[in-house]
Nanobody, 113 residues
Framework: QVQLVESGGGLVQAGGSLRLSCAASGSIFNNPTMGWYRQAPGNQRELVATISSSGHTNYVPSVKGRFTISRDNAKNTVYLQMNSLKPEDTADYYC???????WGKGTLVTVSS
């Protein structure tokens, strides 16, 4: 049984910052590749960033240079530092173990203009 719990969402003004956390628990082995996704109302869920067990990262072009994904393997936690936030970043943000069925329940980020 694997559980992913996101936290850190909230309301922020455009240009502000938030740091999301995803704490993983349960039967997790070999520090799997993790991803942050987001889903805005009326839109499909989209991949935002991924990080491999070794720390290699990838970002969707719309967040590159503004968001940073990182992980603390000892704590089984993945982070998403979001800077220079824009209203279009407003969405529910989810973490996911890539290639598995495991998703968190999400944390809402709202960016006001």
């Amino acid at each position: 049984q694997v559980q992913l719990v996101e936290s850190g969402g909230g309301l922020v003004q455009a240009g502000g910052s938030l740091r999301l956390s995803c704490a993983a628990s349960g039967s997790i082995f070999n520090n799997p590749t993790m991803g942050w996704y987001r889903q805005a109302p009326g839109n499909q869920r989209e991949l935002v960033a991924t990080i491999s067990s070794s720390g290699h990262t990838n970002y969707v072009p719309s967040v590159k240079g503004r968001f940073t994904i990182s992980r603390d393997n000892a704590k089984n936690t993945v982070y998403l530092q979001m800077n220079s936030l824009k209203p279009e970043d407003t969405a529910d943000y989810y973490c996911h173990i890539i290639g598995t069925i495991y998703w968190g329940k999400g944390t809402l980020v709202t960016v006001s203009s």
